[in-house]
């Protein structure tokens, strides 16, 4: 029991360190709270939401993948190397097609002419577009003040 909740303390480290210095880790979480936000407003179904965790979930899962990469390679060699240029760029790549594959997720989740009429009304009208503003201001400085400086 010890060893697996030692294996959760290194996970939600991991978390953390994603959290702190990545900045496009923290554009993924901001991206996730509004598409959640909006999904809330739009009325998805229960498999719809099944299908929206799962590219939500992959998505941030990729992009640490992405980070465990980097770092590995940067701690392997700390010249210009073709390998860890194409290993770098490949891991970068995964996080690319995952969000594209997300985009197009969302585009048929949301596809609903209608209800996207209602809940997009519903965004930018009271009690909603208020914490949307306030929303807005903080995932700004989320994204581009928050955490550690590289």
Do not use: C
């Not at 900045?23 to 909006?38: E, G, K």
């Amino acid at each position: 029991m010890r060893g697996l909740l030692k294996s959760f303390v290194y996970a939600f480290n991991g978390i953390k360190n994603a959290v702190l210095t990545e900045r496009n880790f923290r554009i993924h979480m901001t991206a996730i709270f509004f598409v959640l936000y909006f999904a809330a407003l739009y009325g998805l179904n229960s498999m719809q939401y099944a299908v929206l965790y799962l590219v939500l979930a992959l998505v941030p899962a990729l992009e640490l993948v992405n980070t465990a990469v980097e770092k590995s390679v940067d701690l392997s060699t700390e010249e210009h190397n073709e390998l860890a240029k194409i290993a770098k760029d490949s891991s970068a790549a995964a996080v690319l097609v995952a969000a594209f594959g997300a985009i197009g997720v969302a585009v048929a989740l949301f596809s609903d002419i209608e209800k996207l009429k209602v809940a997009l009304s519903a965004v930018f009208s009271l009690p909603h577009l208020p914490i949307l503003i306030i929303a807005v201001i903080f995932w700004i400085y989320f994204i581009f003040f928050f955490g550690k400086k590289r």
